[in-house]
């Protein structure tokens, strides 16, 4: 990923609370096979554990997931491990991590430099952050290791999602939140087997919020403006996190 300094987040803290909100990352791997292609990409749902935001400590957290074993790319993992005899990928992964909300900038927001000299040129808005590590791949069904850590993460994320992302908390009113138990065990038990878990260690952190910080103020200000006159969703959003990450861009730096 390309960090331009105005737009890099050098906060791991900041990262990890971003993953947290958006926790739908595209697993990238790079994997030498006679059966399936060299670059995968799958889109998972991710439950973050949390171990230190230092940056000079060698793995910051851990990521876990799950995918389908019918997947090409599940295939494609199990494969690497058991030509290795070990649960452990010996490449490294990506998990790239999107905003919800980006959108194109037209140059007719910058009414500043537009008018004054015409040197301007269209832009996207938007924030990511992309994750290394090493992956442990869960995939022997008939492992108690494997099956503890599927009952586990699929317990993890439901709750997770149920809740932070649904709002389902039984609490002021509202309903309460689907549980595992809620299914047959006799069907989860079928549908575990029928998937293969992923778990990666976050060895390196990196992202942007590329929210307009490298224009001036009188650009800026146009672009608040512009993405506000949308009266859309991602138009409200999009204006005040220009508006946030201008303001920290401006805030004298501390040189305590």
Known sequence: ???????????????????KENPLGVLTTAISSSSYPFLQ???IPWVLDTYSDDPDVPVKGRLRGHMARQNPHSKALMEACAASS????????MILFTAQHHHYVTPKFYTETKPATGKVV??????????????????????????????QQIHDLSEMCETSMMG????????GPWKVADAPERYIDIMTKNIIGIEVS???????????????NGDRQGIIEGFDNLNSDVGT??????????????APKDKS
Do not use: C
């Open 86 to 93: 070990t649960g452990k990928l010996q490449q490294d992964v």
């Open 41 to 43: 990409s799958s889109h």
């Open 168 to 175: 389902h908390t039984g609490q002021e009113g509202k309903p």
């Open 202 to 216: 976050i060895e390196s952190i990196g992202g942007k919020f590329k929210m307009s910080q490298e224009m001036g």
């Open 122 to 151: 269209p832009t996207w808005n938007y924030a990511a952050a992309q994750v290394y590590g090493k992956a442990t791949i869960y995939y022997d069904s008939a492992a108690a290791e494997t099956s503890s850590y599927l009952q």
């Open 1 to 19: 990923m390309y960090l331009r300094a105005v737009h890099a987040e050098n906060s791991i803290k900041a990262l990890l609370e971003f993953i």
């Open 237 to 250: 959003h999009i204006s005040e996190l220009v508006k946030e990450r201008g303001e920290m861009k401006d």
